[in-house]
């Protein structure tokens, strides 16, 4: 059966992506259990993705190196390894251990590998098929994640998911003879570690700095532990991964000229269509980051959901994503790949824009189920696109390394999306809510101006009747002004989330901008225009 390969891609896939939507419903859980704060648990799960996206390239390099199965299998082991020390973990250092380093590892590994793998066992419309599938089966993780770990982690506990994904990769190793024989490397590549180290350190100072943004603040001094000048932090640890990434290129362009082997070929990022392919992948993870840092907020806080709740609402994300990613797949047969992506789209602006509109105090269930539908609608279709082009665009020596750059962007692309949207939609609730206290007449202006100097700078998304019992239970406020700062609150929160996803919706169409650098056409004359070594 020449899809028993793809049955094991594929369960590889979905737990890559499971454990991730799990850790962010399980929050207060895990507080609860390891004794500690929300900011300490945050940066477990901020560390997981530094993890990734520093070692991408490298897990890259050592898939041309030790082989993709066998990279892809070494992986799975280690990822196993991690779930199962995540799922006996005590502390939080051992759960940093086995969350954030050995899964991180592990995923760094196989998501490589599994792609080339792919590209080197299927091909012309069987190899759409697969990516189609593979991206249907990462949205559908992605989204059945809150689902999942809203249900264990209520009836039961966040440790049998991971022993779950423990079972998972046992059997998906098992099943690993399925991917067929695959020969050793002839002449494997050295592995540059100094470039590796570099390259890690600079992504992960790069990533870091935009995922405390937030916190920190972006320039001006928030949170910022060090404000030297009296700025925040970010712009400089931001800057000093960008600075450490120009030395890991100049140091790769200089090995490449003396002939040795580096830890990626620069000439990849002048292959045109495969850089196109690598800077939509970052655009699609931003815009679906970001799309789900705001609508939680939204069914969670100004709705008043459990994580259960939640996660059925964004369920028609899933179903449709599936689903259109074999659409998608098929389409190519008779449709660029620049025409499909281009679609999807068009389709995710409008489904954004409508999303925007659903934003109200009451939850409009028909209108907001069809926009989630949407949302799914354009992500299937990019997702069935994205994976091929890179992989065709690369030719066979390169496809682990092409890999290693598209699970890169998509890292840089999900940190981005949920430190931008998330640092807009804060920063607009709070001039929001200050300006929602000013405009309202019950209000005594001492009040207005004490609370103006008091939570202008640090509102947070609260749940509306929280704030009203703790007003009522710590103050002596009349009860039509502790209304009216409850109102200006709510009023607030979804003036700021519609904020959040109109800057998701600009992001869209500034994509359609980039959408020419999508390869305008067949993958099969594009797979035909690369040879071994371009």
């Known amino acids: 059966m020449k899809w028993r390969a793809l049955i094991v891609l594929s369960l590889a896939q979905f737990l890559m992506v499971l454990d991730q939507a799990v850790m962010n419903v399980s929050i207060s859980q895990l507080v609860e259990d390891f004794d500690t704060t929300v900011s300490v648990i945050q940066g477990v799960i901020t560390f997981y993705a530094l993890t990734m996206a520093a070692l991408m390239i490298t897990g890259g390099k050592l898939g041309d190196r030790w082989g993709r199965k066998r990279a892809f299998v070494v992986g799975l082991v280690i990822y196993g390894a991690g779930s199962a020390v995540t799922a006996v973990s005590q502390s939080v250092p051992t759960l940093l251990l086995g969350w954030s380093v050995l899964e991180g590892i592990g995923a760094a590994l196989v998501l490589p590998a599994l792609v080339a793998l792919i590209a080197g066992r299927y091909q012309g419309a069987d190899r759409a098929v697969a990516y189609g599938i593979i991206g249907g089966v990462a949205g559908a993780g992605i989204a059945v994640g809150p689902i999942l770990g809203g249900w264990v982690t209520t009836a039961f506990t966040w440790r049998y998911v991971f022993i779950g994904e423990v079972v998972v990769s046992l059997v998906v190793v098992a099943l690993a003879g399925w991917l067929g024989r695959e020969e050793r490397p002839q002449n494997p590549p050295s592995i540059d570690w100094v470039g590796a180290a570099l390259s890690a350190a600079g992504l992960g100072l790069a990533v870091f700095g935009v995922l405390q943004a937030s916190e920190w603040g972006w320039i001006a001094s928030a949170n910022s532990p060090v404000a030297p000048l009296g700025l925040s932090l970010t712009p400089f640890v931001v800057g000093a991964g960008i600075g450490i990434l ?39 993870s931003l815009i679906l980051m970001g799309v789900f840092f705001s609508v939680p907020l939204y069914l969670q806080i100004v709705q008043g959901l459990d994580a259960l709740e939640t996660g059925i609402k964004m369920l028609p994300v899933s179903v449709t994503m599936f689903i259109m990613s074999f659409v998608g797949a098929r389409l190519s047969q008779s449709m660029t790949p620049r025409q499909v992506v281009r679609i999807g789209l068009w389709v995710l602006l409008a489904a954004v824009v409508v999303l925007a509109g659903t934003i109200t105090h009451e939850l409009e269930g028909i209108v907001f189920g069809s926009s989630m539908a949407l949302l799914g609608i354009g992500m299937g279709l990019l997702a069935s696109q994205l994976g091929n082009v890179v992989q065709s665009s690369a030719g066979p020596a390169d496809r682990s390394q092409a890999g290693g750059l598209q699970y890169t962007a998509q890292q840089l692309g ?45 509102v947070q998304f609260v749940r509306a009747d929280d704030v009203e019992a703790g007003l009522r239970e710590l103050t002596s406020l009349p009860e039509d002004q502790i209304d009216a700062i409850s109102d200006s609150l709510k009023a607030s929160q979804l003036e700021a989330l519609r904020a959040g996803l109109e800057v998701a919706a600009l992001i869209v169409i500034g994509s359609l901008f980039l959408v020419r650098r999508i390869p305008d056409v067949s993958f099969e004359e594009l797979a035909a225009s690369q040879t071994e070594g371009d």
């Not at 120009?246 to 200089?254: E, G, P, S, Y």
């Open 414 to 458: 999900s940190s981005l999306g949920t430190a931008l949207i998330g640092a807009i939609v804060l920063g607009a609730l709070g001039s929001a809510f200050v300006s929602q206290l000013a405009a309202d007449p019950r209000l005594d202006p001492v009040v207005v101006g004490a609370a103006t100097t008091e939570l202008s700078g640090s």
């Open 246 to 284: 120009v030395l890991f290129l100049r140091r790769t362009r200089r090995r490449e000229e003396r002939g040795q082997d580096p830890l990626f070929r620069l000439g990849l990022l002048d292959i045109q269509p495969l850089k196109g392919g690598l800077m939509m992948f970052m655009s699609q």
